[in-house]
């Protein structure tokens, strides 16, 4: 995740030049039905240049939530399962910030969000993450009267089925250790060759510097 973000900086800086998106967070948390701004910052150039503006945020599976032709929004393309949950704040806009409130949060929309820029001058995109966790229903849980023999019931339940899981991948593992005896042993010998090495490596270190206070006992 952390790699794929970083590559896309990479990447999105090399290919635009000078022209950048960036998120202002990369992550956001939410709870249902609460509302949540998302924000992107991009490059400005002069006044002018917002008639050239072309704007497009949307989820992975192409649902668009926001799109901005030449200096104007357009509804049209929005999925309906955003309509009537995003508002964009104009003004920030001008100054290179896209600003997209999305209210009455739903957990399915968590997930990736994208904001992709097009100038004149070029074009790049930057993702973030929304996750929404689901509100606390307490409803579903006061009409039941004794929850706790239930729960046991099923957690005795689940008990013996995790133990026929084990029992049954056990029996496969050990079967197929028999097969591969072979292989696993010439691993298991590169392996060991190679902790030992670096344990080695690594008990070296303190004591060339032994004179220094370790830095991990403070
Ligand atoms: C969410 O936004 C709507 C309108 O955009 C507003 O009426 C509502 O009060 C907001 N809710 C919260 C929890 O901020
Ligand atoms: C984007 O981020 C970089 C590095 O954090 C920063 O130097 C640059 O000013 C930012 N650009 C915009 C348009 O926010
Ligand atoms: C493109 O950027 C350059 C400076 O980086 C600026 O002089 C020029 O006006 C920009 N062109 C447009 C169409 O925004």
């Not at 929004?73 to 600003?99: M, P, T, Y």
């Not at 097969?179 to 060991?192: D, F, P």
Request: aromatic share 6%.
């Amino acid at each position: 995740m952390i790699c794929r973000i970083l590559l896309l900086i990479i990447l999105t800086s090399c290919v635009s030049g000078s022209f950048v998106v960036n998120v202002t967070q990369t992550c956001y948390q939410a709870e249902e039905n609460h509302n949540i701004t998302l924000e992107w910052t991009f490059t400005t150039k002069p006044d002018s240049f917002i008639t050239s503006l072309k704007i497009r945020c949307s989820r992975p599976e192409l649902s668009v939530l926001y799109q901005v032709h030449e200096g104007v929004e357009v509804s049209e393309s929005q999925d309906a399962k955003f309509s009537g949950r995003v508002q964009s704040d104009k003004d920030a806009l001008r100054e290179g910030r896209i600003r997209l409130q999305l209210s009455r949060l739903r957990t399915d929309d968590s997930g990736l969000y994208r904001c992709e820029v097009k100038t004149n001058n070029g074009s790049s995109f930057q993702d973030c993450k929304l996750s929404v966790t689901a509100a606390d229903e307490p409803k579903h849980q006061t009409p039941t009267m004794n929850p706790q023999t239930e729960s046991r019931g099923r957690i005795g339940l689940y008990a013996a089925l995790i133990l026929t899981a084990t029992a049954a991948a056990l029996l496969i593992t050990l079967s197929l250790k028999a097969e591969k005896r072979k292989c696993k042993h010439v691993n298991s010998h590169s392996l060991s060759s190679v902790v030992t090495s670096t344990s080695s490596s690594s008990e070296s270190l303190p004591a060339s510097s032994s004179e220094a206070p370790p830095i991990s006992f403070i």
